[in-house]
């Protein structure tokens, strides 16, 4: 079964650096999201991304945060700036359309120090 | 405005006794509701979406458009169904999932 593949699993970063975190979505999936779960909270909604664009943010992500996909296989989310209250679960999802659910990554765990 | 709500947070239950899992939802159009189960340490998969109505792994849910309610349902609980499950909502026209707070449960053997 296709899967939405994340890099890397665990990183550890510290405050005020840049980060950047790898998605490789399913192939023929058009939709692109990013989430965070906060360790013992829920998992919140940051980004969608289709046809090369953003879709939907949250306010969340704030100027900070960016997503890109530079080759038509990798969606990225860049922190610019962290801080401590980054240090949370990332998910990537991906989906063929809107109709169906979504196919997570198995996450990037942020901790910044 | 959208949420999901799971009234409780962990929930415990004995091998072969049924399990239901709470998830109420407002929303003011037509939602597209869904089950995700996260065990340990891993991803976030999907369980069931309520427009396919299938059943997985034993689980089924039923949406109830008068409660807004999506329980979710299992006769006879197994001690590999213990994980995390989120409820989840999305817009039928829109793009985002709304996520309920989880429900940890845990199968006593």
């Known amino acids: 079964e296709p899967e939405v593949t994340q890099t890397p699993s665990h990183q550890v970063t510290q405050m005020g650096q840049e980060v950047i975190l790898r998605c490789v979505p399913i192939?023929?999936?058009?939709?692109f999201y990013w989430y965070r779960q906060i360790l013992g909270q829920k998992v919140e909604f940051l980004v969608s991304?289709?046809?090369?664009?953003?879709?939907?943010k949250s306010e969340i992500f704030d100027d900070q945060f960016s997503v890109e996909r530079p080759d038509g296989s990798n969606f990225t989310l860049k922190i610019r700036s962290t801080k401590l209250e980054d240090s949370a679960m990332y998910f990537c999802?991906?989906?063929?359309?809107?109709?169906?659910?979504?196919?997570f990554g198995s996450g990037t765990r942020l901790t910044v120090v | 405005a959208q949420r999901v709500t799971q009234p409780e947070k962990l929930l415990s239950v004995f091998k072969g006794a049924p399990v239901e899992l709470k998830c109420n939802y407002s929303?003011?159009?037509?939602?597209?509701l869904f089950w995700y189960v996260q065990y340990s340490r891993q991803r976030l998969q999907l369980l069931l979406r309520?427009?396919s109505r299938e059943s997985i792994k034993g689980f089924t849910a039923d949406l109830n458009k008068g409660e807004t309610s999506f329980h979710l349902k299992k006769p006879f609980a197994q001690e590999e169904d213990s994980a995390m499950y989120y409820c989840?909502?999305?817009?039928?026209?829109?793009?985002?999932?709304?996520f309920g707070t989880g429900t940890s449960l845990t199968v006593i053997p």
């Open positions: 999802a991906s989906r063929e359309d809107r109709g169906r659910g979504y196919t």
């Open positions: 192939s023929n999936h058009l939709y």
């Open positions: 991304f289709y046809n090369n664009e953003i879709s939907e």
């Open positions: 929303y003011s159009g037509s939602p597209e």
């Open positions: 309520h427009i």
């Open positions: 989840a909502l999305s817009a039928r026209t829109g793009n985002q999932f709304y």
